[in-house]
T-cell receptor, first 114, second 116 residues
């Protein structure tokens, strides 16, 4: 079945550091891929998405490229800020019974120190 | 309007109480979802409604009873819960996937439930 594996956290960086959070997936076909972010005490917000191979999703300085050959969707940001501290979830989406089923990775907690 | 609104934001209830969580969206989405999220874990799917009909029940105990009165509203009725049911309950909505859309789910802020 479908699955998503994220790098283990927590990750702690200094402000302005480069960020990479690895994500790989196992799935048949071409699912859509997502990064969701959850700030403390809040729900999930979509950070970025990609729907087909070689698509690059980007938002708020974050980027991720859908790599079919390596089944990966790594999240990157060139210069992180304290406000980026949150939990990041990689996910894939599969259409099922008239809806969309999201398969989440375990989440990576990111802390940015000033 | 790309919001999913959940009420209440916080709920404390005893094991014998009956309460309800409510969710509303006005994006025209015809699929709505309930997820349960425990601390430091990803959300777990509980129920899916598609066109106001229950399409997926992930073997959720009957003390959780979902209801979809119309295409904009989703309720979760709670009765005789256990302390281990304390969690963040997230509502989400999406298109049904019949059109060539991305499969994105829009989440609400969640209702944080504490069962005493």
């Amino acid at each position: 079945g479908d699955s998503v594996t994220q790098m283990e956290g927590p990750v702690t960086l200094s402000e302005e550091a480069f960020l990479t959070i690895n994500c790989t997936y196992t799935a048949t076909g071409y699912p859509s891929l997502f990064w969701y972010v959850q700030y403390p005490g809040e729900g999930l917000q979509l950070l970025l998405k990609a729907t087909k191979a070689d698509d690059k999703g980007s938002n708020k300085g974050f980027e991720a490229t859908y790599r079919k050959e390596t089944t990966s969707f790594h999240l990157e940001k060139g210069s992180v800020q304290v406000s980026d501290s949150a939990v990041y979830f990689c996910a894939l989406s599969r259409r099922i019974q008239g809806a969309q089923k999201l398969v989440f990775g375990q989440g990576t907690r990111l802390t940015i120190n000033p | 309007d790309t919001e999913v609104t959940q009420t209440p934001k916080h709920l404390v209830m005893g094991m014998t109480n009956k309460k309800s969580l409510k969710c509303e969206q006005h994006m025209g989405h015809r699929a709505m979802y309930w997820y349960k999220q425990k601390a430091k874990k990803p959300p777990e799917l509980m129920f899916v409604y598609s066109y106001e009909k229950l399409s997926i029940n992930e073997s959720v105990p009957s003390r959780f009873s979902p209801e979809c009165p119309n295409s904009s509203l989703l309720n979760l009725h709670l009765h005789a819960l256990q302390p281990e049911d304390s969690a963040l309950y997230l509502c989400a909505s999406s298109d049904t996937g019949l059109l060539l859309r991305t499969g994105e789910l829009f989440f609400g802020e969640g209702s944080r439930l504490t069962v005493l």
